[in-house]
């Protein structure tokens, strides 16, 4: 997964950020200040178009929560999935949620098309799951077990918590869309910590 503020995981794309005597090391490539190669820093910033290396390393430093989206496929009555690290609650009155997905996803398209989609939060144990879940073609769900949730769409065993919900708005945002979402039921399923991804990789929570 490269990180920014709405990316989905991506397992063949990850960016390993390594700390170097110089600064920041991204994908081998020092970064010596807080600025893409070639701006010193007195650079007017604004002017300048952002290194998508950069944004991604520094976007990195945000560590988020881990969720798969899940439906049934209507036309093939198949279970359709996608792993996003891109998720939020919005609203408590409406209960809204929102997520983003890229605009080049091949999965989105089979979950909107569903009647309603099921957020499962991941836990720490399950980065498989993600794995599976964020790859391109195959059968996703071979080796997963799940349950139908009161909605009907998939929910990942183990997962710590399932929320079903409808689409209520899309909203197109350059190389993703974020997707509104109206929460009908939910509730908690698994136990343990949330599966988490910083600066490139997978880690747990410690209290």
């Known amino acids: 997964m490269n990180t920014h503020a709405a990316r989905l995981l991506e397992p063949d794309g990850h960016l390993r950020v390594t700390p170097g005597a110089r600064g920041i090391i991204a994908n081998g490539v ?16 604004r002017a300048q178009a952002v290194d998508g290396t950069w944004f991604r390393s520094v976007l990195g430093h945000f560590a988020t929560g881990v969720v798969a989206i899940t439906a049934i ?3 093939s009555g198949e279970p359709c999935g996608l792993a ?15 997520f983003c997905v890229a605009h080049t996803s091949t999965s989105w ?8 989609q099921t957020v499962n939060v991941l836990a720490e144990h399950q980065e ?30 183990e ?7 409808t689409i209520e708005a899309e909203y197109p945002a350059g190389d993703h869309v974020i997707v509104v979402a109206r929460v009908h039921q939910l509730g908690l399923h698994g136990d343990g910590g949330p599966l988490l991804f910083f600066r490139g990789g997978y880690g747990r929570f410690r209290s």
């Open 30 to 45: 020092a970064m010596h200040s807080g600025l893409p190669q070639g701006l010193s820093d007195g650079a007017d910033n």
């Open 73 to 75: 496929d209507p036309d």
């Open 84 to 98: 996003a690290n891109s998720f939020t609650s919005v609203s408590l009155d409406p209960p809204l949620v929102a």
């Open 109 to 116: 398209p089979r979950l909107r098309a569903a009647k309603s």
């Open 128 to 157: 498989a799951v993600c794995a599976a879940l964020a790859s391109r073609g195959g059968t996703k769900f071979a080796g997963l077990t799940w349950t139908d949730s009161p909605g009907g769409s998939p929910v990942i065993d």
């Open 159 to 165: 997962a710590l918590a399932w929320i079903d919900c």
